[in-house]
């Protein structure tokens, strides 16, 4: 949902400066914001994102009546988990001796991987807000040529075509197995 500006909030957004208004930065966050808007309402008109949700945050608060300090710490700090703190997370989640909060805590890293947002736990009694993450980047095309990847066209600054060598990382996210 887009955010609900007050009056006042409104206001102070049309008095910004025309210099302010066409800063890049201030393009960018108000870009970023409108496409989380936008990502976050089709994840609403997603059937199995809303139905693995409603799974995962029964769960979720089920072990928060009984765990919400190791519960809270564990959210904040993989609230978005990738493939390279693999270790990093199992090493965590091994430090739990409750099996049953132990795969709660599996199925929302596998959810949140899958659908890039993550919770928050906020108030008491303990409430979860969702949070959609950014995007990941622009998307462009490009060819693989030895070990490397190579844009298939990419304008540099005077506006010639030129290319450029980007290394490839391989790595695995698979936490199945946790």
């Not at 609230?79 to 909060?101: E, Q, W």
């Not at 949070?131 to 304008?155: Q, W, Y």
């Not at 075509?161 to 996210?173: A, D, V």
Request: proline share 4%; charged share 35%; hydrophobic share 35%.
């Amino acid at each position: 949902m887009r955010k609900k500006y007050s009056a006042e909030e409104g206001n102070e957004r049309k008095k910004r400066p025309k210099e302010l208004k066409r800063d890049p930065r201030v393009l960018w966050a108000d870009r970023q914001e409108k496409e989380r808007d936008a990502r976050r309402q089709a994840l609403e008109h997603d059937k199995v994102f809303v139905t693995e949700k409603a799974l995962l945050e029964r769960k979720l608060n089920k072990v928060l009546s009984s765990h919400r300090k190791e519960v809270e710490q564990f959210l904040e700090r993989f609230a978005l988990p990738s493939a390279f703190d693999t270790s990093t997370v199992r090493k965590a989640l091994n430090a739990f001796h409750d099996m049953s909060l132990r795969r709660v805590l599996v199925d929302y890293i596998e959810f949140s991987n899958r659908f890039r947002v993550s919770f928050r736990v906020k108030g008491n009694p303990p409430t979860l807000n969702l949070a959609v993450a950014g995007t990941r980047g622009k998307k462009f095309h490009v060819r693989v040529v030895k070990d490397h990847l190579e844009p298939a066209r990419t304008p540099n600054q005077e506006g010639h075509w030129t290319s450029l060598k980007l290394k490839i990382f391989r790595c695995n996210q698979n936490f199945k197995s946790l």
